[in-house]
């Protein structure tokens, strides 16, 4: 367990999750937020943010926490694991709302209000990017140690009993 990606909709707890593996296995934790976001609400270009992903690929140790759609394919053929949160629609709608005002290590300013457009994101969420997830997945089973929780609670199990690198997978 030494190339991590942690994916699943916003507002699940993907974050949350990254920073307790980091804890847990001392890996460097990098927020593709932190990556593509600016400060002042700008991004920056499809060049730079794939320049700097790449930069990370190639090292030996990573947690990357983050969906970014476009550039799954490249995280799933350089991990060796991979977290899903696959977590209810209503759980991750209250998940993004309950950081509103929330100071955050994976972005680089405070969310003041529940921008309609990215709840719309999240509620399309299902349709648009899960059923991708689910290729990659498929395609990377016996390859890639996948992991997939359907709830925070198997998550903190997974958290509160993980002394080793075995894994476990929820389905």
């Known amino acids: 367990m030494n190339r991590i990606i942690v ?6 707890g993907k974050s949350t999750f990254a920073r307790k593996l980091k804890k847990k296995t001392g890996l460097p934790l990098y927020y593709l937020d932190m990556i593509f976001h600016r400060p002042d609400k700008t991004t920056v270009t499809q060049e730079e943010f794939d320049q700097k992903l790449q930069a990370i690929l190639q ?7 983050g969906n970014y759609q476009r550039t799954l394919s490249l995280r799933f053929e350089a991990c060796t694991d991979v977290f899903f949160l696959d977590f209810p629609l209503d759980l991750c709608l209250e998940g993004a709302a309950a950081r509103i005002g929330t100071v955050r290590d994976d972005m680089p300013w405070v969310e003041q209000e529940f921008d309609p457009e990215f709840r719309q994101y999240i509620l399309d969420f299902p349709k648009d990017q899960l059923p991708q997830i689910y290729e990659f997945i ?3 089973r ?4 996948i992991t997939i929780f359907h709830s925070r609670e198997e998550m903190a199990k997974w958290l509160d009993c993980q002394n ?7 389905r």
Do not use: H, K, M, V
Request: net charge negative; aromatic share 18%.
């Open 7 to 12: 994916i699943g909709s916003p507002g699940a």
């Open 59 to 65: 090292t030996d140790n990573w947690i990357i926490d």
């Open 138 to 140: 498929e395609r990377y």
């Open 142 to 145: 016996g390859s890639r140690q």
């Open 164 to 170: 080793s690198p075995t894994l476990f997978y929820y």
